[in-house]
Structures are given as structure tokens and as C-alpha cells.
């Protein structure tokens, strides 16, 4: 079946520091990868995507590359800011399922301390 | 101003009862979600409708029936309440399309608690 796993539940960084967000994703096929942003009180929102593989996503300082020997889509991002704390989820999308149906990962929280 | 409306933002529920929440969306996408948020669980996929029409069922229970009575209205109604229900339901869009390459599009959410 297809299914996303993240490790590490919550991450703290102190500002400036470099941010890595492990993501392993398991399918048949050619999946497009994302990773969403869930801010407190809000819906999560895109924050980058990958519909090839090998290719590299990037958004706001953010980067994740579709990995398909590895079958990884790490986050990452060389300074991180107080703004950034957020829940993170690494998504697959398979070209095979229903419109819509997204595999979500566990999610893992940024805490960022000024 | 968001775009994609969810109502109401919290409920609380009598085990038993029925609820409704609404969605409305002013994206003009033709396809609309909903997802399930329970508590220490990723989101959940539930059900997509393209051009009103349900595409895709992933509930098991027939107490969650989406309804949509026009093209940018998708709301869920849950009936026979249950505490296993307590979640937070969030209403997504997209332009309509093959597979799931498109990017989907969150409300806020509707948080839901049963007593």
C-alpha cells in the first residue's frame, strides 16, 4: 500500500540553525511528493512539491528532493527562523488512487526558540 | 479573507446526535475534500466529490454522509454520534483533474467533540 513515515515527533532549534526532517515513503509506481505546513488554528498548506524523480522542491528557504532510490523526501533548510514553528507533514500522492486521497505522514513539530 | 469557509470552527455533540458542518469554497475548483484530523493520527482521507459528484469513499461508516448542494458547497453530515468521532474535519479543494498530482487546498478545520 502507500504509506509516509516521519520520524521525530518534535524538533527544537534555536534560530539560525539547520533544520532536517526525515521522510521515507513506501508505493508502487511514480508518486508526487509534497510537504504541507499546518500553522496553530489553521488547515495545512503547501509548502513545496515534487512530481519527478530526482528532482528537487524548494519554497521559502526550504528544500526536499524526490529521492527514488532511497525512496526518501527529506526536508531541510539551512537557518530557521522563530516564524517557521509549525507541524510539518511529508505527503505522497499516488497517480494510481482517487482524486484527492493523500498519504499523510505523522507530522513532526518545529518548535524554534528566538 | 480565507478562502475555503468552514463552519462552525468548534462544536461540542451529545453522543447520539446528528451534526452538520459546512463548507464553502471561493477558489473556483471544482473538486472538494474532506479530511479527518483525530487526535495522535495523520490527516485521513475520507471523501472527494468532482462536479458534485462523490468520486471516492474511504469511510467505512454510512453515519458520515458529504453533501453537496452546489458547486462550491461540500458539508458533511455525521449522524448517530459517536466519542470515537472527536476530531477535527478539515474541507479541501482543487482543480479537478487526474490522479493526485494536484495540490489540495485546506480550510481551517471544524473541531468536533462528543461527550
Known amino acids: 500500500g502507500n504509506s509516509v513515515t516521519q520520524m521525530q515527533g518534535q524538533v527544537t532549534l534555536s534560530e539560525e540553525e539547520f533544520l532536517f526532517i526525515n521522510c521515507t515513503y513506501s508505493?508502487?509506481?511514480?508518486?508526487?511528493l509534497f510537504w504541507y505546513v499546518q500553522y496553530p488554528g489553521e488547515g495545512p498548506q503547501l509548502l513545496l512539491k515534487?512530481?519527478?524523480?530526482?528532482n528537487k522542491g524548494s519554497s521559502r528557504g526550504f528544500e526536499a528532493t524526490y529521492d527514488k532510490g532511497t525512496t526518501s523526501f527529506h526536508l531541510q533548510k539551512a537557518s530557521v527562523q522563530e516564524s517557521d514553528s509549525a507541524v510539518y507533514y511529508c505527503v505522497l500522492g499516488h497517480r494510481g488512487s482517487a482524486l484527492g486521497r493523500l498519504h499523510f505522514g505523522a507530522g513532526t513539530q518545529l518548535i524554534v526558540i528566538p | 479573507d480565507p478562502k475555503i469557509i468552514q463552519k462552525p470552527k468548534y462544536l461540542v455533540a451529545v453522543t447520539g446526535s446528528e451534526k452538520i458542518l459546512i463548507c464553502e469554497q471561493y477558489?473556483?475548483?471544482?473538486?472538494m475534500y474532506w479530511y479527518r484530523q483525530s487526535a495522535k493520527k495523520p490527516l485521513e482521507f475520507m471523501f472527494s466529490y468532482s462536479y458534485q459528484k462523490l468520486m471516492d469513499n474511504q469511510t467505512a461508516s454510512s453515519r458520515f454522509q458529504p453533501q453537496s448542494s452546489k458547486k462550491n458547497h461540500l458539508d458533511l453530515q455525521i449522524t448517530a454520534l459517536k466519542p470515537d468521532d472527536s476530531a477535527t474535519y478539515f474541507c479541501a479543494s482543487s482543480q479537478s483533474g487526474t490522479g493526485t498530482g494536484n495540490t489540495l487546498y485546506f480550510g481551517e478545520g471544524s473541531r468536533l467533540i462528543v461527550v
Open positions: 477558489l473556483g475548483h471544482n473538486a
Open positions: 515534487v512530481t519527478t524523480a530526482n
Open positions: 508505493t508502487t509506481g511514480y508518486p508526487t
